[in-house]
């Protein structure tokens, strides 16, 4: 199963509303986090143990709202030009220490991709990676296998896969994946994959996912050369 997906103008007036409502609750928040750390200074025994409840709770609220905004903040121009393939490396790094902890193996062989260089927002690029990794990771057993492939694509664009092992989609849940607060895991927020792909429309890019239940996923990603490709044609026939 393939799904194309551009949800882009829902997701920028749900993301507008998430903004507004996420900026008004994290006001009162602070001073209900203010006050409980504060009881918690004197509280003893059960008020103690509760009290630590409504921390965690509210430590969870809090993480939520952050991601809400993360997904309505307007993509600031702070595109330059790097390496695909070395960026990847590097999430991964931040990746190794939980994939050791899970017994997840990780297939990536960056040595020939030194020369992926893109023009990009190479700080949203890594949050894109890092959700699509940590939801690889989640679906996955102890014992599952992370496998990223690299190669440039007909239009020069940059074309990353990422499989992993894990428990699958079914056709009707990958029809949700993309809409905000979906999510199938207890502590999920739903609101990864749809940073996903407003970042990836945002900078021009395209991503699409294949999966089976009891199987596995693929997520595949599309860069764009951008202003690279531009710049380098520009040089080479100024008279277009
Ligand atoms: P969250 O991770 O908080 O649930 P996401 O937006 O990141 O929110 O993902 C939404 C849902 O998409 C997940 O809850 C899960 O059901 C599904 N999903 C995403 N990636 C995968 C994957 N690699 N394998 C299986 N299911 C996935
Ligand atoms: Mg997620």
């Known amino acids: 199963l393939r799904r194309q997906l551009d949800h882009s103008g829902s997701l920028s007036t749900v993301g507008q509303m998430a903004a507004s409502i996420a900026h008004e609750i994290r006001n009162p928040m602070t001073t209900l986090k203010g006050f409980v750390q504060l009881m918690e200074v004197t509280a003893t025994g059960d008020t103690a143990k509760y009290l630590q409840v409504v921390d965690d709770e509210l430590q969870r609220m809090e993480s939520i709202l952050k991601e809400m905004l993360m997904l309505s903040k307007p993509s600031e121009e702070k595109n330059s030009e790097f390496s695909l393939g070395v960026l990847i490396t590097k999430v991964l790094e931040i990746m190794k220490p939980k994939a050791m902890f899970e017994s997840i193996h990780i297939d990536w062989h960056d040595a020939s991709f030194c020369n992926s260089m893109i023009y990009s927002n190479a700080d949203k690029l890594k949050q894109v990676l890092l959700n699509i990794f940590k939801n690889a990771f989640e679906a996955m057993e102890p014992g599952g296998v992370l496998t990223l492939k690299l190669k440039k694509a007909e239009n020069d664009s940059f ?8 428990k ?9 994946i993309f809409m905000p607060f979906f999510t199938s895991k207890p502590e999920g927020t739903g609101l990864g994959l749809p940073f996903v792909l407003k970042t990836m429309e945002d900078l021009g890019g395209a991503i699409a996912v294949t999966s089976k239940p009891d199987e ?5 990603l599309a860069f764009p050369q951008n202003c690279l490709e531009q710049k380098t044609s520009f040089q080479h026939n100024s008279a277009n």
């Open 216 to 220: 596995g996923t693929t997520f595949t």
């Open 168 to 176: 699958g989609m079914s056709t009707v849940q990958i029809q949700s």
């Open 159 to 166: 074309q990353l896969t990422v499989s992993d092992t894990g």
